[in-house]
């Protein structure tokens, strides 16, 4: 397990402490922005599961595939620029209370867990599925494969509100940024477990928002702890 210790006890160590913070905000903020510049240069359609296995082949085979790796490759460092991201926060969330510690601990397990999956069952079955559009793969093996990507997407955006609520749940026992983190963190995540079955895309779409919100309230200075 993720181990995080120490509250600061002199002005240098919170000092540190703060430039930590805006480290930890740049490093959430810039996976965003990498991964919404690899999705506008990407140039694929959604391959959403259900569709007939001929339009998928239809779907992968008119993209460009250097153009479509190439972005899926940026893609894929801005989930590398996510874990030092993860890790600061999981730091910062975890200086006053035993509890705090371990929500937050809980929280750094669940992203490594996240980062992994989604290169592991993301990229590279998505990669596949484009390859074999390309050079006569069978259609219906393409589409299995782009299946793979699609359930691993759901499980995927379940682990990231269970990301958020763990934070919450810290922010809120460390009595720090208990607004936008926590409470915030809490209701994202919360609501994310119970609806990802049902709008996993919905809630993909809220967790970016809230992320993004994450980013923003760390990077600010003078920022309140409530």
Same mark, same amino acid.
């Given at each position: 397990?993720?181990?995080?210790?120490?509250?600061?006890?002199?002005?240098?160590?919170?000092?540190?402490?703060?430039?930590? =913070?805006?480290?930890a905000?740049g490093?959430?903020?810039?996976?965003?922005?990498?991964?919404?510049?690899?999705?506008?240069?990407e %140039?694929?359609?959604?391959a959403?599961?259900?569709?007939?296995?001929?339009?998928?082949?239809? @779907?992968y085979?008119?993209?460009?595939?250097?153009?479509?790796?190439?972005?899926?490759?940026?893609?894929?460092?801005?989930f590398l620029?996510l874990?030092? +991201?993860?890790?600061?926060?999981?730091?910062?969330f975890?200086?006053?209370?035993?509890?705090?510690?371990?929500?937050?601990?809980?929280? +750094?397990?669940? %992203? @490594?867990?996240?980062?992994?999956?989604?290169?592991?069952? *993301?990229?590279?079955?998505?990669?596949a599925?484009?390859?074999?559009? /390309? /050079? *006569?793969g069978d259609?219906?093996?393409?589409? !299995?494969?782009?299946? !793979? =990507?699609?359930? *691993?997407?759901v499980?995927?955006?379940?682990?990231?509100?269970a990301?958020?609520?763990? @934070? %919450?749940?810290?922010?809120?026992?460390?009595?720090?940024?208990?607004?936008? @983190?926590?409470?915030?963190g809490?209701a994202?995540?919360?609501?994310?477990?119970?609806?990802?079955?049902?709008?996993?895309?919905?809630?993909?779409?809220?967790?970016?928002?809230?992320?993004?919100?994450?980013?923003?309230?760390?990077? =600010?200075?003078?920022?309140?702890?409530?």
């Open positions: 397990m993720v181990q995080f210790s120490t509250t600061p006890r002199s002005k240098q160590e919170a000092d540190a402490t703060a430039s930590y =913070r805006r480290f905000g490093f959430a903020l810039g996976h965003v922005v990498l991964m919404l510049a690899a999705f506008s240069f %140039g694929v359609a959604a959403e599961h259900g569709i007939a296995p001929s339009r998928l082949v239809d @779907i085979g008119g993209a460009s595939v250097g153009r479509a790796l190439g972005a899926g490759y940026v893609e894929a460092l801005s620029v874990m030092p +991201a993860i890790v600061l926060v999981a730091w910062l975890s200086q006053r209370t035993t509890g705090g510690r371990l929500a937050a601990q809980t929280f +750094a397990a669940l %992203g @490594i867990g996240y980062v992994a999956s989604t290169l592991a069952v *993301g990229f590279a079955p998505g990669a599925a484009l390859y074999a559009a /390309h /050079h *006569g259609p219906s093996a393409i589409a !299995i494969v782009s299946d !793979i =990507r699609n359930f *691993g997407h499980l995927q955006v379940a682990m990231s509100a990301m958020a609520l763990a @934070i %919450g749940i810290a922010a809120l026992l460390q009595r720090l940024h208990t607004r936008w @983190i926590g409470w915030g809490v994202v995540g919360g609501v994310g477990l119970l609806a990802t079955p049902l709008a996993h895309n919905a809630v993909s779409m809220l967790w970016l928002v809230w992320w993004i919100g994450l980013a923003v309230v760390l990077l =600010r200075r003078n920022i309140p702890r409530v």
